[in-house]
């Protein structure tokens, strides 16, 4: 759809900008800048290692050069649109842009959007709107010929895209035909296809994930399915089952941010011990399909000394009685062994 883009993330960059940070990680869009009005005058390399660089600006009037594309790369709880996104995205569109949208708020239901989009002949991609002819799951995904791994959490924005984008493409480098599963909106921006479960009617949320594996699992060797929220969240915990029952994964990979106790969002609710979320997904799979956690992904952002994170991934593969790492900080060939 577009080649080079400009990110949206006023406020958020980089802590708080999961999308954004994904789409400069791993899509193939070129990024011109990362728009948050907070941080003008930075660089992207100033916060996100090993990606490739670019400005941090104020405004879409800002973004030096030409763009095919505004991404809006954040999604605050519930997915609204914050009025204050407004000029900038009007602007975009005014620019001759299309916009790529991944909330709950649908772009192109916006009257004012709409109809300043159909004046400059510009697309308005709202990636959360759903397929309308997606069924309710028939239990096939364990037909297809490729091993499924599934990433699960200990809560949301733990590292579940990141680790799915990570392991496909440390198997396609190690000669294994990949394939990522987007059932989110980062990664289906990422790889340009998908379908965005958190959005999908409760009924067709495992048919959604079956669908795909359906039309996927026979062309590749390995599937990678990206998981959404937490069995325990409060909020997400229907759209992590929903996924877990119609993907049929052959195997699990835990992913747990380091230090997080509490329910992002919901500070409350407390996590329950790490070792308890093994036997949690493990039990609810079983009665749909027999799967394991077979290692887990930690991720240590928040961690600054190398020695203390490697002793806070040895902690987490003692807890999940598996081989752990952290995909960015150390590579992924540790636990895509453990998946071989």
């Known amino acids: 759809m577009s080649d080079r883009v400009a990110v949206l993330a006023h406020e958020k960059f980089p802590d708080r900008s999961k999308t954004a940070n994904g789409i400069i990680r791993y899509a ?10 907070d941080r003008p005058g930075e660089r992207v390399a100033d916060h996100l290692p090993a990606v490739p660089d670019a400005p941090v600006v104020a405004s879409f009037a800002d973004v030096p050069g030409d763009v095919d594309a505004l991404v809006i790369g954040i999604a605050p709880i519930g997915g609204g649109f914050d009025e204050s996104w407004r000029p900038d995205v009007e602007a975009a569109i005014e620019a001759g842009c299309d916009v790529i949208s991944g909330l709950h708020y649908f772009l192109d239901d916006d009257d004012k959007l709409s109809a300043l989009a159909a004046e400059h002949g ?16 028939e239990g096939r995904a364990d037909e297809v010929d490729a091993d499924v791994v599934l990433t699960v959490g200990t809560d949301c924005s733990v590292g579940k895209m990141t680790a799915t984008m990570e392991l496909v493409e440390a198997a396609r480098d190690a000669g294994i035909d990949a394939c990522a599963i987007p059932t989110g909106q980062t990664g289906i921006m990422i790889e340009g296809w998908g379908n965005p479960v958190d ?45 877990l029952h119609g993907a049929m994964a052959d195997k699990l990979v835990l992913c747990h941010a380091a230090g997080r106790e509490a329910i992002h969002g919901y500070e409350d609710t407390a996590l329950p011990p790490i ?10 799979a079983a009665p749909v399909h027999e799967t394991e956690v077979v290692a887990g992904a930690l991720n240590t952002v928040d961690i600054d000394d190398d020695a203390a994170a490697e002793d806070a991934i040895e902690a987490f593969a003692d807890d999940i009685d598996a081989p752990a790492t952290d995909l960015i900080r150390l590579g992924a060939d540790e636990v895509l062994e453990a998946i071989r």
């Open 275 to 284: 070792e308890a979320y093994v036997d949690l997904y493990e039990s609810l």
């Open 122 to 137: 510009v697309e308005l991609w709202d990636v959360r709107r759903p397929d309308r002819d997606i069924g309710v799951a």
């Open 199 to 243: 959005r999908v009617v409760s009924d067709f949320t495992a048919g959604a994930v079956e669908e795909m594996i359906l039309e996927k699992g026979d062309e590749h060797d390995l599937l990678v399915v990206e998981g959404q929220g937490s069995i325990v969240h409060p909020a997400y915990s229907a759209v992590t089952c929903g996924i």
């Open 28 to 37: 193939d869009y070129e990024v011109a800048a990362v728009l948050d009005r």
